[in-house]
């Protein structure tokens, strides 16, 4: 069932992903344009959708935001997953957490689905690495965030 979502329904997972999201993605309440998405407006936790520049929120809004987001892309990382509920939960977290910077239809395209989908989450785990680019550049905050990402997917494979 590709609707369901295991954030909802465990607050630990919950918990899991708003930490590595939001520890990567880094708060701000007023937004900003992203040098990295090429000036795009971006505010709170990495979110760019319907974002003006000077748009201001609390950091409970931004919190709020984020989860909401996070249950939204969970929805579209589950799509291209063929058994979704049989992904360990911190490499479903990782995943996630990719899948929230780099987009869905980047994450369903994938070595990292493709790997995931075939039973390997090993060689999905080592595959993130591959995303650290933005405009075309190698950057070295991707570099960073992939490390840690593919180090939290690692530990829940066994």
Known sequence: MA?????????????SAIALVGGWEGLRAV????????????V???????VKLGDSYTV???????????VEFEAGMRKCLATPDAVPDKPYVA??????????????GSTVARKANAGDFRGAC?????????????VPGLINRRADEQRFCLEGVR
Do not use: H
């Open 31 to 42: 937004a900003y344009p992203d040098r990295l998405a090429n000036g795009i407006p971006t």
């Open 3 to 15: 609707t369901r979502s295991r954030l909802k329904i465990g607050a630990a997972l919950m918990a």
């Open 95 to 108: 995943f996630l957490s990719l899948s929230y910077n780099i987009g869905t239809g980047a994450f369903c």
């Open 60 to 70: 409970s809004q931004c919190q709020v935001m984020l989860g909401n987001a996070l």
């Open 126 to 138: 080592n595959a993130i690495p591959m995303w650290n680019r933005a405009g075309g550049k190698v």
């Open 44 to 50: 709170c936790f990495g979110e760019t959708r319907g």
